[in-house]
T-cell receptor, first 113, second 111 residues
Framework: SAVISQKPSRDICQRGTSLTIQCQVD?????MFWYRQQPGQSLTLIAT?????????ESGFVIDKFPISRPNLTFSTLTVSNMSPEDSSIYLC??????????FGPGTRLTVT | TQLLEQSPQFLSIQEGENLTVYCNSS?????LQWYRQEPGEGPVLLVT???GGEVKKLKRLTFQFGDARKDSSLHITAAQPGDTGLYLC???????????WGAGTKLIIKP
């Protein structure tokens, strides 16, 4: 398993601004994933971030809106740019361990006003 | 598009009752995982089933993978208030390391 921390845990931001979410893992992992989740609902994959390569974005998500950095095997950031109220959500990072199993951070609850 | 249909989406029952959550697909998965998520936290992996027909038990929770590896079920016996949470199933494919997620089951166990 892996222990994952995220910062910030929550934030309230004004529309038009940007927020960078940090994800720190206690061990080196190759695969990291960023998800978005509405409370009580399922997960939507934003992108896969593997160290040493560009992030791979899912349909409906673009790099200009959600730039991702992956500078090393224990850290990644997701930026939500030019925010609108529709970006209000929970953002989760996860890591892939032992093949397909994923371990999640506690999430960042974002509210855009 | 490979879908994983999860049902029911919401379930509220009394403490001590039994319940079953289902995940079904028309596609074959190499493995299937079940997660539980509590408010303010990320999903936590409960179990991974890999072999068709496999049954795994975790205390009062029983997980089964269908013979054809297209479906799975989670059965909870004598549910407790501590079982309350969002249960998510997720299927894995050989082609990449991404997971296909079910819609989730919001479970409330009333004392």
């Amino acid at each position: 398993s892996a222990v994952i921390s995220q910062k910030p845990s929550r934030d309230i931001c004004q529309r038009g601004t940007s927020l960078t979410i940090q994800c720190q893992v206690d061990s080196q992992v190759t695969m990291m994933f960023w998800y978005r989740q509405q409370p009580g609902q399922s997960l939507t994959l934003i992108a896969t971030a593997n160290q040493g390569s560009e992030a791979t974005y899912e349909s409906g998500f673009v790099i200009d809106k959600f730039p991702i950095s992956r500078p090393n095997l224990t850290f990644s950031t997701l930026t939500v740019s030019n925010m609108s109220p529709e970006d209000s959500s929970i953002y989760l990072c996860s890591v892939g361990v032992l093949g397909y199993e994923q371990y999640f951070g506690p999430g960042t609850r974002l509210t855009v006003t | 598009t490979q879908l994983l249909e999860q049902s029911p989406q919401f379930l509220s029952i009394q403490e001590g009752e039994n319940l079953t959550v289902y995940c079904n697909s028309s596609s074959v998965f190499s493995s299937l995982q079940w997660y539980r998520q509590e408010p303010g936290e990320g999903p936590v992996l409960l179990v991974t089933v890999v072999t068709g027909g496999e049954v795994k038990k975790l205390k009062r929770l029983t997980f089964q993978f269908g013979d054809a590896r297209k479906d799975s079920s989670l059965h909870i016996t004598a549910a407790q208030p501590g079982d309350t949470g969002l249960y998510l199933c997720a299927g894995a494919r050989h082609s990449n390391y991404q997971l296909i997620w079910g819609a989730g089951t919001k479970l409330i166990i009333k004392p």
